[in-house]
C-alpha cells in the first residue's frame, strides 16, 4: 500500500541536482510536487521533461528572501489545498579555492542566507499547514557537516546548522510534525542538471572503490530515503541525522 500517493510535497532546489532527483521519484509515487527554485529556466525545463509523471507545479524562489519563501507556502496551498511534506534541499555550494582570510563576508553571509537561514524561512512558513495535516520535513544536509576538505568553512557551517536545525525543531514540533535529516556523500548529478550543463559522469574505479559499497552515490539514493522519512513507515522517527554515503566518512584511509 502506497500511503503516499495525493499527498503533497515542496521540495526546494528541486530544478535540479538531488532535487529533481527527488522530484522524479516523489512523480512516480504518485505525490503532488512543488518546486522552489530560483533558476527559472531549470524551472521550466524540468516542468516540461516531468509533466508526463505527475501533478508538478514551479515556483521561482529564492529561499533567502522571506517574502519568496512565504509566497512559494502560499502558492502550494493555493494550488493543492494543502501541505504534507517539506523537504529542504536548496543551497548554494561551497566556494572552492577561497581560503578563509579571503573569504567576503558578504559571500558568507548568502551562502549561510540560503543554505541555513531559508531551511528555517520554508520550515517557519510550512509548520501551520503541516501541523493539520501532521506531515513531516526532511532535510538535506550533507557529509560535509561532519568532515571538511580545505576552504571549506562558510558551506559546512551551513550545513552543521542544517543538522542542529532539524533537532531543535523535532523537539519544538514534538507530537504534530517529525523533522529529520539526511546527509549525503558524493552523489553523482549529472542526469539532473539544466540540459545546457548535462554531460556523462566521468568516473574511474577508484571513485567507486573509495566507497564501502563499491559505487558512489546516485540521486535515486537520496530520494527513497526522503521518501521513507515522510511516509507512515518512519512514524516512530524523528530528529535524526541519516548519512547516506556509501560508507565513505567511516573509511579510514592512509596515503
Partial sequence: MNDLKDKVA???????????????????????VVIADMDEDAGIETLEEYKSLGELRFVKTDIGIEAEGKNAIDKTIEYFGSLHALINNAAIPFPGSIQPEALPLERWNRIIGVNLTGAFIMAKHSIPHLKKSHGAIVNISSTRALQSEACNEAYSASKGGVVALTHALANSLSGKVRVNCISPGWIITDDFRKKINRKKAELSKADHEQHLTGRVGYPSDIAEMAAFLISDKSGFISAQNFVVDGGMTKRMIYV
Fill in 10 to 32: 515542496i521540495i526546494t532546489g528541486g530544478a535540479q541536482g538531488i532535487g529533481k532527483g527527488i522530484c522524479k521519484h516523489f512523480l512516480s509515487l504518485g505525490i503532488k
